[in-house]
């Protein structure tokens, strides 16, 4: 298909095609599935009996330590900087945006939508 000038090459990883032309005459059911979970995404799409697209995603499990170190450099810069610092009372967890998530959430989910999406 792609040497007839039928298809295109969508993405290189995972190598995934699209056809140029549509055509109306040859449709058939598929059924897509996803396994989620804490750390691996599973994913499959089979017709007729027939797997025709299977991946397993594996995901970040360290969003949190690295997020913790972050905050440990921030810290110490600012202690470096000044002795008589003034308070910062904005940032509480109180005052955050209504529906926020925390890194390492929306990174899992944003890993899900990825890979729905391709």
């Known amino acids: 298909l792609l040497k007839q ?5 969508k993405k290189r990883m995972p190598f ?8 109306t005459e040859f ?6 599935g996803m396994d ?7 994913c499959a799409a ?7 697209y299977q991946s397993e995603v594996k995901l970040r499990t360290d969003i949190s330590k690295k997020m913790q170190q972050r ?10 900087k000044c002795r008589y610092r ?15 998530l925390a890194p390492s959430i929306r990174s ?6 990825r890979e729905k999406k391709y």
């Open 16 to 23: 995934t095609i699209k056809m140029v032309e549509d055509t």
């Open 27 to 32: 449709i058939q059911p598929i059924i897509g």
């Open 46 to 52: 089979t017709a007729n009996g027939k797997v025709l």
């Open 86 to 100: 003034p308070a910062r009372w904005a940032n509480r967890a109180s005052m955050r945006k209504k529906g926020r």
């Open 71 to 80: 905050a440990m450099y921030r810290r110490t810069r600012r202690g470096r």
């Open 5 to 9: 000038g039928k298809a295109k090459v």
């Open 108 to 113: 899992k989910v944003d890993s899900h939508l």
């Open 36 to 42: 989620t979970g804490s750390k691996n995404i599973g």
